[in-house]
């Protein structure tokens, strides 16, 4: 069973709906990310937290809005999502976000978006 | 700018045989991490190693082999008497600490197909 817990595991919406997608972590870490992964495309990584405050933003488009209420649960706010958005969303966390450590990232099992 | 290539998109071996996925990577960076991900079908990135720069030594894990060669920027993985559980996608990723805030740099990913 992973630590990482993803829902729901796929979602399907209208461009017009807003839907959330939740992350929960069940690993004690301090750090939490949202990456997409597109067909044939590397992971892209998408938003860091690190201690529930945003530290990376990758010029991701503000239809995709994230929150982090505390260090263990995440969110991923979708709002007029376009047809290029379909794509798996991957959450992830780890015990911190920068250090000499580079603790490795444990994974949630992604939620699978269709934007019809 | 740092860059991870997995020049393999598929490989499609038998059952038994042994298989070795192939990961380049570039860096200007003198301390940096490697790491090997296994995502299987159900979507969930499966961390398997972390290497880091200073450590050249080659790594055993059961069935599972990386050799570590700074001369060539090589972090291969090789799994040895392949099974059908092996079938997933590899994705080879690297790391710095002092660059990017120790951002995960992914490669494409390699499908690997165990036929029985």
């Known amino acids: 069973e992973t630590g990482v817990t993803q829902t729901p595991r796929h979602l399907v919406m209208g461009m017009t709906n807003k839907k959330s997608l939740k992350c929960e972590q069940h690993?004690?870490?301090?750090?939490m990310y949202w990456y997409k992964q597109s067909a044939k495309k590397p992971l892209e990584l998408m938003f860091v937290?690190?201690?529930?405050?945003?530290?990376e933003n990758n010029s991701v488009p503000s239809r995709f809005s994230p929150e982090c209420p505390n260090s263990s649960h995440l969110f991923l706010h979708l709002h007029t999502l376009q047809p290029e958005d379909s794509a798996l969303y991957l959450c992830?966390?780890?015990?911190?976000?920068?250090?000499?450590?580079?603790?490795?990232?444990?994974f949630g099992d992604g939620t699978r978006l269709s934007i019809l | 700018a740092q860059k991870v290539t997995q020049a393999q998109t598929e490989i499609s071996v038998v059952e038994k045989e042994d298989v070795t996925l192939d990961c380049v990577y570039e860096?200007?960076?003198?301390?940096?991490?490697l790491f090997w991900y296994k995502q299987p079908p159900s979507g969930e990135l499966v961390f398997l190693i972390r290497?880091?720069?200073?450590?050249?030594q080659n790594e055993i894990s059961g069935r599972y082999s990386w050799n570590f060669q700074k001369s060539t920027s090589s972090f291969n993985f090789t799994i040895t008497a392949s099974q059908v559980v092996d079938s997933a996608v590899y994705f080879c990723?690297?790391?710095?600490?002092?660059?990017?805030?120790?951002?995960?740099?992914f490669g494409q990913g390699t499908e690997l197909s165990v036929k029985p």
């Open positions: 992830a966390s780890s015990q911190d976000w920068a250090g000499v450590l580079n603790q490795p990232q444990h």
């Open positions: 690993l004690g870490h301090n750090a």
């Open positions: 937290y690190s201690l529930e405050e945003r530290v």
């Open positions: 860096t200007r960076d003198t301390t940096y991490y």
């Open positions: 290497r880091n720069s200073f450590d050249e």
């Open positions: 990723a690297l790391s710095s600490p002092y660059n990017q805030g120790g951002k995960l740099i």
